[in-house]
C-alpha cells in the first residue's frame, strides 16, 4: 500500500522560508520512472504544479516559481522536501506531495494547509 | 505554457443521467510514444485529488467503468455514463507533456 504525508508549519510570516516534507511509504524513489512531485490549491482554487523531483535526482519545477522552490529527496529516509523561500500571503494554499509513475499521479498525500500571515 | 481550458465550469446533473466535460489544450499534447499526455483527477470535497484517466482514455486502477476518457486532437473528453451521488466534486484534467504541468480550471459536479 502506498501512502505519502506532507509535514511542515502550519503558518508561516511573510518573507520567511516555508520547508515542506513529504514522508512516504509502499514504493522506492530509486526505481525508474517514479517521482514525486508537489502541487499545491489555494483556498477555493484550481491545482497548481510546482516540482518533481526523480529517483536519478532530476528535478523539474514551475518556471514562474523556479527561483523560490528547492526540491530535494533522502532516500534513506523516504522523504521529499520542498523549500519555498521569501513566501507571500499568496503562498496560502493547501500543499499536496503526491506519487508519480506511469506518467501520472497515482496516489496523492492528504495536503497540508499552509497559511502566509504576519 | 500550455494553457488548459475546461468547459463547462459547472455541471448539474441528475442520478442515472450521463455526463460529460470537455477540456481543450493550447498545444497538441501527443508524445513521441504515442500516447497523450493528458490526466483527469476527481476531487471530493475536502479530499485529496485522484487520479481517474491517464494517457488520456485509460482507467486507473480502481476506477469503475461508467467514467471513461477520449482524445481527437487538442480536444478532450470525460465522460461519465450514469452519475452517482458519489460523483459530486471537482473534475481536473492536466497535462504532463511539458513542464509546468498544467491543469484546468476544474468543473464542479453537482446533483440536480
Known amino acids: ?118 | 505554457d500550455i494553457v488548459m481550458t475546461q468547459a463547462p465550469l459547472s455541471l448539474p446533473v441528475t442520478p442515472g443521467e450521463p455526463a460529460s466535460i470537455s477540456c481543450r489544450s493550447s498545444q497538441s499534447l501527443l508524445h513521441s510514444n504515442g500516447y497523450n499526455f493528458l490526466d483527469w483527477y476527481f476531487q471530493k470535497p475536502g479530499q485529496s485529488p485522484q487520479v481517474l484517466i491517464y494517457f488520456g482514455s485509460n482507467r486507473a486502477s480502481g476506477v469503475p467503468d461508467r467514467f471513461s476518457g477520449s482524445a481527437s486532437g487538442t480536444d478532450f473528453t470525460l465522460k461519465i455514463s450514469r452519475v452517482e451521488a458519489e460523483d459530486v466534486g471537482f473534475y481536473y484534467c492536466m497535462q504532463s507533456l511539458q513542464t509546468p504541468h498544467t491543469f484546468g480550471q476544474g468543473t464542479r459536479l453537482e446533483i440536480k
Open chain 1, 1 to 118: 500500500q502506498i501512502t505519502l504525508k506532507e509535514s511542515g508549519p502550519t503558518l508561516v510570516k511573510p518573507s520567511q522560508t516555508l520547508t515542506l516534507t513529504c514522508t512516504f511509504s509502499g514504493f522506492s524513489l530509486i526505481t525508474g520512472g517514479v517521482a514525486v512531485g508537489w502541487i499545491r490549491q489555494p483556498p477555493g482554487e484550481a491545482l497548481e504544479w510546482l516540482a518533481l523531483i526523480y529517483g536519478d535526482d532530476k528535478t523539474l519545477y514551475s518556471p514562474s516559481l523556479k527561483s523560490r522552490l528547492t526540491i530535494t529527496k533522502d532516500t534513506s529516509k523516504n522523504q521529499v522536501v520542498l523549500t519555498v523561500t521569501n513566501v507571500d500571503p499568496v503562498d496560502t494554499a493547501t500543499y499536496y506531495c503526491a506519487h508519480r509513475r506511469n506518467s501520472n499521479y497515482q496516489n496523492w498525500g492528504q495536503g497540508t494547509l499552509v497559511t502566509v500571515s504576519s
